[in-house]
């Protein structure tokens, strides 16, 4: 048994905080968004174009600690180390002794997208063996498919992706996009990240499906247009990159973005209408899907 004890802290005072407690204490510490699912939900680690934040406004502090620890002093000791006048306030939580990394892989299960497609832990036989399987593992970098932003963007490719066309996906985290496109047919696949550790482990990902991408940062320019872009990242970035994606969209080309909630669309769509005209194509619990098609050049 142990005491799992989460505590509120801004951005500001999370990270010595974490930095305390395993100073005094702590068996382990991490640090989540303590907004994330609503509105005020912000990126991990920023997102391409934008400059990253160390950590969340609100932030949430989560330590695990022996049943046996005294934890008022542990706490108090802490908080004082970190520079805080009191005890943040915090919830206690008991957590059975389990094994973890079978618990872990029994809340992955593989997932289908459509007939035609799956996304399999490898640690899986794959349900529909003649469809496209995907060997994806839930990792550092967002994405194993259960997602419903990710979902959507997923059912698109499926019935976007004709044989040969280039992608982009921007913001591809874990390369689940970029390697589903390449497997649909797509041809030349791009995909870039804000974070090197994402584009490390698309790259993996990649090799693990025996497809190839061409992967890069975003701080290193991007050239060229391609015949269907995608980018699941979320409201205010895709807003602020509205010029950059639109630019990347070939003529006759197709974009569709998500990370947006369903009240979010109408700014999303105003952002992108001097580039793009872009439409709600799918809706899955809250999130939407936009989409939009760049006209042909017009032959003069």
């Not at 593989?110 to 640690?123: A, G, K, Q």
């Not at 994405?143 to 913001?171: A, F, K, N």
């Not at 895709?238 to 909630?261: D, H, Q, T």
């Not at 105003?270 to 999130?287: D, N, S």
């Amino acid at each position: 048994m142990w005491i799992s004890v989460i505590l509120q802290a801004d951005a500001t005072r999370a990270e010595a905080l974490s930095e305390a407690l395993m100073e005094h204490g702590a068996l382990s510490v991490s640090i989540d968004d303590a907004d994330a699912g609503t509105d005020a939900e912000k990126p991990q680690f920023g997102e391409p174009g934008m400059s990253p934040a160390s950590l969340w406004d609100h932030s949430r502090v989560i330590a695990l600690f022996d049943t046996d620890t005294d934890l008022a002093q542990s706490l108090a000791t802490a908080s004082a180390a970190a520079g805080l006048d009191a005890v943040p306030p915090f919830t206690i939580e008991e957590i059975e002794e389990q094994n973890w990394v079978q618990l872990t892989q029994s809340q992955f299960d593989p997932i289908r997208i459509t007939d035609r497609l799956w996304i399999v832990p490898s640690w899986h036989e794959s349900p529909a063996p003649d469809a496209i399987n995907l060997v994806l593992d839930p990792g550092m970098a967002f994405g194993t498919g259960s997602h419903p932003t990710t979902r959507v963007c997923l059912e698109w490719l499926t019935e976007q992706i004709t044989p040969g066309v280039s992608v982009l996906d921007y913001g591809c985290g874990s390369g689940i996009l970029a390697i589903a496109a390449a497997k649909l047919g797509a041809g030349e696949v791009t995909g870039v990240d804000i974070d090197e550790k994402a584009v490390e482990t698309a790259a993996d990902n990649a090799a693990n499906n025996g497809v190839s991408l061409h992967l890069q940062v975003s701080a290193k320019p991007l050239e060229g247009t391609f015949q269907r872009v995608v980018a699941n990242i979320l409201t205010n970035p895709l807003k602020m990159l509205a010029p950059l994606l639109a630019a990347r969209v070939a003529p006759g080309g197709k974009l569709a973005l998500s990370g947006v909630l369903e009240p979010q669309a109408g700014d999303v769509i105003e952002a992108y209408a001097p580039y793009i005209a872009l439409r709600v194509g799918a809706t899955h619990e809250g999130w939407v899907r936009l989409e939009g098609e760049l006209p042909e050049r017009a032959v003069p």
